[in-house]
């Protein structure tokens, strides 16, 4: 959480990262009392919550600009420098994609500063949807937007728990990145896709 305590220090934050990390993750795993839902619209109160819990300062100047840091591409990473090239792949193979997030509604600009909002046909986040993951409600909303049966679509996530069980517990398909594939590419190869890269397209 280097950005959490780089900011923070202005602000009077003194724990170390290490520190503030084992304090958010406490935290982000602790029921959310006041909603059944932690993304309701912006998020902001939840994240007011996890970011005062895990800095010790409920200074509303650093929430802020923390919170705002994270509506931008700096903030933010692709994990695999090749999806590009394999979004563009699926698309022109016919294969519809969406985007199935436990966020707040900050996700869809943000998928815009990154350049990557015009890979999906879809977007299915948390705050929109009133449901989150591993609830198979969204994942079902994202077949919806797809036009999709459950049985049609394979979802590919992080965590075996929102991604994988909520995923199969909807009717669909689900694959743990890091396990079961480990890039979009075996991804595209897997569902018969063939990917060219860079100028060879």
């Known amino acids: 959480m280097p950005v959490y305590r780089t900011l923070g220090e202005k602000y009077g934050v003194k724990y170390s990262e290490d520190e503030i990390l084992m304090r958010y993750r406490q935290a982000y795993a602790q029921p959310w009392g006041r909603s059944r839902l932690r993304y309701v619209d912006d998020g902001r109160p939840f994240w007011q919550h996890i970011v005062s819990s895990s800095t010790g300062c409920s200074?509303?100047?650093?929430?802020?600009e923390l919170y705002h840091y994270y509506t931008t591409e700096k903030a933010w990473q692709l994990i695999d420098p090749d999806a590009k090239?394999?979004?563009e792949a699926l698309r022109r193979a016919g294969v519809r994609t969406a985007v199935v997030s436990n966020f707040d509604t900050r996700l869809r600009p943000?998928?815009?500063?990154?350049?990557c909002d015009h890979w999906f046909d879809a977007v299915a986040v948390s705050a929109e949807v009133a449901a989150e993951k591993p609830n198979p409600t969204i994942f079902l909303k994202a077949c919806e937007l797809l036009d999709v049966k459950p049985e049609e679509a394979v979802h590919i996530g992080d965590d075996r728990r929102n991604d994988l069980w909520g995923a199969r517990d909807a009717g669909c398909d689900a694959w743990l990145w890091g396990s079961d594939v480990h890039s979009f590419k075996e991804v595209a190869e897997r569902i018969g896709v063939s990917v060219g890269m860079g100028n060879s397209m």
């Open 85 to 87: 090239y394999v979004f």
């Open 59 to 64: 200074n509303l100047e650093y929430f802020e």
């Open 110 to 115: 943000l998928l815009q500063a990154l350049n």
